[in-house]
């Protein structure tokens, strides 16, 4: 309606809420049902990255998982699927009672281990990493099981990253790929099918 710049969504410093939503983030003074668009504050919860809808689909049940927030970031904003996981993939080990509890930094550090994971997860993980403040459902944190969450990282370039903010930037600076993989699936949906090398 506002023939707004594409890029915006991954920098708009607003979004819609209504009561139940506006708790959730912890908006003040948001009354009823009706959604009604509120100006962010927080430069983390700028564009796409930092809506909670994202951070609950590319999380688990009871956690979050930097693997599936790397692997969006990479498939559905920059073009770039990695591979299918291998067919035998070890899970992920959960702690159990009367055990330190690992975060999921520590435990991601275990599942690299294993040569045939880690191909990939070099690449996906330290992406997701950079999104842990956010817990499974895209409240924001301090601390992932007692710990303090370490949000730093390093892209599959070497580009830095220290949080939502940085990683929004890295994407951004990739804007060329953003707006090729955003045309590619605007035009999926509106031929009602998947793409093919003759609709290049």
């Known amino acids: 309606r506002e023939d707004n710049n594409v890029l915006d969504l991954l920098t708009s410093d607003y979004t819609y809420v209504n009561e139940t939503l506006a708790r959730h983030y912890n908006f003040p003074n948001v009354l009823g049902n009706r959604f009604r668009r509120v100006k962010l504050n927080d430069p ?6 930092g809506k909670g809808a994202v951070l609950t689909s590319t999380s688990l049940a009871n956690r979050t998982s930097p693997v599936a927030r790397g692997k969006y ?17 070890p899970p992920f080990k959960e702690s159990v009672n ?26 996906m993980d330290p992406i997701g990493l950079t999104m842990e403040n956010f817990d499974a459902i895209g409240r ?5 099981g007692g710990s303090p969450i370490d949000p730093s990282s390093e892209m599959y370039d070497g580009t830095k990253l220290d949080g939502p903010s940085s990683l929004r930037q890295a994407v951004l600076n990739r804007s060329e790929a953003f707006l090729g993989t955003f045309t590619e699936n605007l035009l999926s949906y509106g031929v009602g099918r998947v793409l093919n090398y ?3």
């Open 140 to 144: 924001w944190r301090f601390n992932d």
């Open 44 to 49: 983390n919860r700028f564009g796409l990255l």
């Open 73 to 89: 970031v990479l498939e559905v904003l920059i073009g770039s699927p990695p591979p299918p996981p291998p067919a035998e993939v």
């Open 198 to 200: 003759r609709d290049m």
């Open 98 to 123: 009367n055990q330190k509890t690992l975060t999921v930094r520590e435990r991601m550090v275990e599942h690299r281990e294993n040569p045939s994971c880690n191909a990939c997860h070099k690449i």
